[in-house]
């Protein structure tokens, strides 16, 4: 039987199955996002390649199944994809195929049944191994990008922490967990690369390089949150006040922030039928504020629902409300909140949490830029309510 043909004709079929598939598969969190032509990729190339394989006649074309993966590998790196995800794309394009191609092979003969299977199964290891070859060749390359913005930021860092040496023990200690992670996780990928070079590409090795990233985001991060407050501090953020919409821009900040809620299965509703058609502010500057209170909302509430409130409260003034049903804070920890690197809570799950401790610092500087006033209603256990009072319009 030729299953070449059987399988060229069949291709368009497969590869929109196996896209529904994988977008559908809820241990492939990386796909929500992508649209179809980017979770297609490359799988053509690679079924096209295949069916030449299967035939009898035809050359095969492996070099191009070789090609096609390590293009997909290195896409998937950027995607941002985890080791995981990527072996369930496999596993899923594998059953996709041998279910487009059952029929025919209930039909063949043992011989012919046997050798399909093994070229078939001979050709998804073969891209398997060639993808995650470039996907780790990728990510590493991401380790060296982020290593080379690290030494930048390093020399403002140090400046800083010569100029606030108030907070330095503080950063010191914020700085410290991250840094722990990225030398223990280093230090173990290159002893076992040295040991054992074959296992480089292995499920451990690569989950490995994903710490390292993470807490080198951290890092990052933390570095520029930190540096935000200095520039406050310093006098050097300078508003530019323009006319704004502001259903618009909280409708853009909420599809942003609305995937956080949406993996947490966390309810994020907003209600603006009172905000005004328009105020006088600096937009990026609220944008950051909605960002930092939403992410903060979302980031310590487990169940329930995240609230986003918005209405004119006079003839001067509007507010916004981020209302969430998290873990609360203690009346006690309620007037240091807008400090940095202060965290209030206890819960374990929430202290392993990626925050740094200073998005509701940044917060309260940046809402006293905008000339407004910021309050906190909160009870452990019930959640808390982040009032944002501004003017229509502020002065220059």
Known sequence: MDFSQTLSNKIDAIVDKWVEAVCQDEQIEATKELTFKVVRDSLPKVLKALATVLSESEKSDLQTVVDASLEHGLLRAEQGFEPAEIAREYRLLRMVIFSFLEDDLLKASPVELLRAVRLIDMIIDEAIARCF???????????????SQLRLTNQELTRLVRASKDSMSQLAHELKTPLTSIIGYTDLFLRQHRQKPE???TYPNLESIERVMKSGRLILRLINDTLEISRYDAGHLVLQPTPTDVRQLINS??????????????DLVTDCDRAPNQVTTDPLRLQQILTNLLSN?????????VRLECWQESEKNWAISVIDTGIGIAADAQTQIFQPYFRAETDKQVQASDGTGLGLAIVHRLVQLLQGDIKLVSQPGKGSTFTVILPLVISH
């Open 133 to 147: 070859n470039s996907y780790t060749h990728g990510r590493l390359q991401e380790l060296e990008q982020l290593q």
């Open 253 to 266: 900040v909420v599809e942003i922030i609305e995937p956080l809620a949406r993996n947490k299965e966390l």
């Open 297 to 305: 909302a979302i980031r310590y509430t487990e169940l329930g629902t």
């Open 199 to 201: 296992l480089k590409d």
